[in-house]
């Protein structure tokens, strides 16, 4: 690093990345961290509540700028099978914006992360989607449901929040979910007799401290759907 403010640079790669315990460490220097689970989180409501009790404070990346590569064979500290990530750390002057990709549940996504730590409170923004891909585990993962199969035309997952501990952000979540041109099977299980659907368009939205709003364009067994 170099200059006025810390400048790193570089490439690394690691064959498994669990940010858990960093993400725990308390505010008193003198407290240690506790201990990370010792199994990845199995859902997205496992993530919440471990992220509720993080310590992080996103103003701290107005004190260094960075253009890091970083490869990772599995992230541990994520619900599902997420593999062959790769993320490109760019901070300039308290912004970052990592473009990224990784295979999750066995589906290719690639989007961008982007926080800007300047404002107060700091802005956060992550945009992940996928064309013409299976849905591989994505439903159960999403929703919890299980046995579904099918082809994706179109998948957007946008998530945003405002906040500067990672614990606020946590609070002020806003997402929204679009598909587009999938189509699917559900019952794919053992004894299970499977039923086809499609989704032309299916859009749900959860804005920070709002009701769900959502719509629905598609077909059951052949019968329209909305």
Excluded: C, H
Excluded at 134 to 157: M, P, Q, S, V, Y
């Amino acid at each position: 690093y170099a200059g006025a403010r810390p400048r790193v640079s570089g490439t690394l790669t690691i064959p498994a990345l669990d940010l858990r315990p960093f993400l725990a460490q308390r505010a008193a220097a003198e407290s240690p961290p506790p201990a990370a689970p010792a199994t990845p989180p199995r859902n997205l409501a496992d993530v919440y509540r471990e992220l509720s009790q993080a310590r992080f404070s996103l103003a701290e990346l107005t004190r260094v700028d960075a253009d890091v590569t970083l490869r990772v064979e599995r992230w541990l500290s994520l619900p599902g099978d997420v593999r062959d990530v790769s993320l490109r750390m760019k901070i300039d002057n308290g912004r970052l914006e990592a473009p990224m990709r990784a295979s999750v549940t066995g589906v290719p996504l690639a989007g961008t992360a982007q926080v800007d730590g300047g404002p107060r409170p700091p802005t956060f923004r992550l945009g992940l989607g996928t064309r013409e891909s299976d849905l591989g585990g994505l439903a159960e993962l999403l929703a919890g449901a299980r046995g579904i199969k099918g082809r994706l035309g179109r998948f957007d997952l946008l998530i945003t929040a405002a906040g500067d501990q990672v614990s606020e952000l946590v609070q002020s979540l806003a997402v929204r979910l679009e598909i587009e041109r999938g189509d699917f099977s559900y019952g794919n299980v053992e004894g299970g007799r499977p039923v086809q659907f499609t989704l032309d368009k299916f859009a749900v939205a959860v804005p920070a401290g709002r009701a769900l709003e959502g719509e629905l364009r598609g077909s059951l067994l052949g019968n329209p759907l909305s």
